[in-house]
């Protein structure tokens, strides 16, 4: 019995620990037109199979360029109503949790796209860094994407189920000069949402690094991320 009650105490506390500091996967991303490119088809958060999506980044200059794809896509299913910065995530979307910088965030940007190219990016303050009940969280929204050169190209490929959206996100959002990205540290996670009309609003979720909950907003499961 006494064994049992260390062992059960040890679970415990690697539990504990584990949710504090999860394992975190990294990425190396080059310059443009080379690519780092990572896979992903769990779900979030219980890890079960999911709908294969695919991330490659790459920077330049003045902006990293991500190029999302939706494999296995038998839905394309987004409201038509919807403009920028609308809650395109209660449908489906590729999305991009980005910071600079190598400590688990509060602020950092959320990106978004749906099926039809529209986008919703906005600055997240997440003090809690878990997005805690009763916590302050914030939403800052980038009104004018186009302007500020933040831009998305999406393209569907119904018979072959897949779409893709080839994105634009300038560095200067993060304080990064043009022509110093090289070297920079980063946190990101990248998830998507899959829904279809008969089962919504109930959406499978799935992610690079999978949280401990049905919440995308855990910043320390953001994977580390080098531009190279």
């Not at 449908?91 to 509060?106: K, L």
């Not at 022509?179 to 540290?185: H, L, N, R, S, Y």
Request: hydrophobic share 35%; with cysteine; glycine share 4%.
């Amino acid at each position: 019995m006494h064994f049992r009650a260390l062992l059960l105490t040890a679970l415990s506390s690697l539990s504990l620990v584990l949710s504090h500091n999860p394992p975190i996967p990294s990425l190396s991303v080059p310059a443009c037109p080379d690519k780092g490119t990572i896979q992903y088809s769990l779900s979030d958060p219980n890890k079960t199979a999911f709908p294969l999506t695919q991330v490659s980044l790459c920077y330049t200059d003045t902006s990293i360029s991500i190029e999302f794809t939706a494999f296995n896509e038998t839905n394309f299913y987004y409201n038509s109503s919807y403009t920028t910065n609308d809650p395109i995530y209660q449908y489906e979307v590729m999305e991009a949790f980005i910071y600079h910088g190598h400590n688990d965030p509060q602020t950092y940007l959320e990106f978004e796209v749906a099926p039809n190219n529209v986008t919703f990016q906005a600055f997240i303050y997440n003090p809690s860094k878990i997005r805690a009940p009763g916590a302050p969280f914030d939403t800052f929204f980038i009104t004018e994407p186009l302007v500020d050169s933040l831009t998305a190209n999406t393209t569907l490929d119904r018979p072959g189920e897949t779409w893709t959206s080839d994105v634009s996100i300038p560095l200067g959002l993060f304080n990064v000069d043009d022509g110093k990205a090289a070297g920079t540290k980063w946190r990101m996670n990248f998830f998507r949402t899959v829904v279809a009309p008969a089962t919504f609003p109930d959406q499978l979720l799935g992610a690079w690094n999978p949280t401990n909950m049905s919440n995308f907003h855990e910043t320390p499961f953001f994977g580390d991320v080098r531009f190279v």
